[in-house]
């Protein structure tokens, strides 16, 4: 198979699979027990004649086709519907909810990546010492934590020294740039500090085991015959190869992240999308879950298709 | 990727049997930490199991104080109702297995007969099979979870299936490119010419054969299920009338077990999920490790997503 030949096999792939998420979208909150008027109309006495106006301004009175059909036109022009909870557009509460996740989740993974890679590669380079058995002792440890359980202790541990919910200090008032950065910058760390440590675990044991089957390549024996130093080899060619499954690892892990996500953003209260789908599912707000959803999954399917070509373009040989 | 387990030939014959359960016992012995996980777990399934007539106190009986402290009576002290915390324990750990094993054992089914399917018949049933199995590996599970959970209402058996029906693309995946080269194996084709039927050369040639693999699989899926049953309950999507340990987590929380200083309430129900997941991934990782060392990266992904085999990637996608 040739390389343009992969490439849109990848994107027919991706693209196959938004439109089943679509259809699954749609499907999954019509299946809902009682339909939304049933839902939002909590008003204990309410007259059929309200019920029907009701039906017919949010469209249920129109057959399942035709809905399908005009859910995929309004969401073609970004409509999402709006949130039974705050009555505002799903597509603005996402958007604010999205900002506040992106740079916690960035900070988290890049934490993870960094001593993620270093913690893999001095436990595969001092295989069989101490070394590497406490390296991997404590990521499998952090691996195995519960997200939100690894949270709660780290709130126990840092109440008092460090924020512990929320964004920023509402008490603040006009706060000086410098005094409102180092303020985020508080409250952003026991987040991005769980998530962090939880995919810590991950990658150091991914990272480890690509190294130690790099290093057990016969290039790398060349390369000690021919007498190069244990770091040079491990710097120049086994961390190069290493790195092939590892540059999309965080591509591919970020199915993990999402969830990641949605448990630590409840556990301290951030304001971003787990939040918001935490609270949506708390107030039975379908219509935020279901956007919430579709952006999450929209999201990682990208993601994997961006994976799927990085791999493509530094591995050439994956589509012999 | 074909990896071979057995001399093709040596398994054929009827002592092979004995032997092929012994390479699960072997697996685990060989390797100290996977003794300990199976020693653990076997521990910990005792106690939970034997709740109903071990556990120290009634599962709804308030026995003091609300979060009253740790006691000579009450080791772990009392939870936010005054119910003694071993106890809640123990029978929270019952219910967190029972959600582990049984949404495994329902996504094992569906992994297995996708996997084995697709590997003994190849063709265009392996292609639509590997597809769908695609798209599901590619959908993030976590929050399908939750949307399915929230829309079918919280219990028990809905949290069993909705997990169990997320976690087999890995099995069906790894268990297709295992039978893919056993149905190649000689002792198979000889089986095919002397006229041995699908199902008998499946049931009695080929099951055989991954049914190790299998068991791997199935106790690296128990920690993903008892992780992902864990954080379901966390988001409030629990069956309320049931207490697993993430029930107990949950309560803890909502009830500010924290503000409280009640640690007791709440570290030790989540370091019990810890230990359970680690158990399994000790054993599970062991008994990867000796039967399939290819996927030794793939086994390390299980809990979120699955690493694509390194090797054979695109043979693999087909």
Partial sequence: MRGADYVIKRVAFAVVTIAVA?????ALFRLAPGDAVANLSR?????????LALRREFGLDKSRGTQFVLYLKQLAHGNLGISFANQQPVSSNLTAAVKNTVPMVLLGTIFAIVFGTFTGVIAAWRRGTAVEGVSVTTALGFYSMPTHWLGLMLVILFAGTLPTGGLTNEFLINPSFMTHLRDLAAHITLPALTLGLVLFGEYTLIVRSAMLETLGEDYILTARAKGLSPWTIVRKHALRNAMLPVATLVALSLGYIVAGAILVETVFSWPGIGRAVYDAVLQRDYPMLQGAFLLLTISVVVCNLLADLLYFKLDPRITE | MSVVIHEPGAVAEPEATA??????????????????????????????????????????????????????????????????????????AQISLLVGFAATAFSMLIGGTVGILAGYFGGKVDVILMRITDYFLVIPDVPLMIVVAAIWG??????????????WTSTARVLRAQVKSVRERTYVKRARALGAGHARIVLRHVLPQVA??????????????????????????GDPSRISLGKVIENAFQRAAISAGAWWAIVPPGALVAVIILSCSLIGGALEDALNPRLRVAHLGARSFRLRPLVGRSSEAL
Avoid: C
Wanted: charged fraction near 10%; proline fraction near 8%; charge should be neutral.
């Fill in chain 1, 22 to 26: 679509l259809m699954i979208n749609f």
């Fill in chain 1, 43 to 51: 008003v204990p006495h309410a007259t059929p004649e309200t019920r």
């Fill in chain 2, 19 to 92: 032997a092929r359960g012994g390479v699960v016992w072997r697996a685990i012995r060989r390797r100290p930490s996977a003794t300990l996980g199976l020693v653990v777990l076997g521990l910990l399934a005792a106690a939970a199991l034997l709740a109903p007539w071990i556990a120290p106190y009634g599962l709804h009986e308030q026995v003091g104080p609300v979060f009253g402290r740790p006691s000579a009576s009450h080791p772990l002290g009392l939870d936010d109702g005054g119910i003694d915390m071993v106890t809640l324990l123990m029978w929270g």
């Fill in chain 2, 154 to 167: 919280p219990s028990l058996s809905h949290i069993i299936i909705v997990i169990g029906i997320l976690l």
């Fill in chain 2, 212 to 237: 190790p693999l299998l068991i791997a699989n199935t106790v690296l899926t128990v920690a993903v299920a008892i992780f992902d049953e864990t954080a379901l309950s966390f988001l409030g999507l």
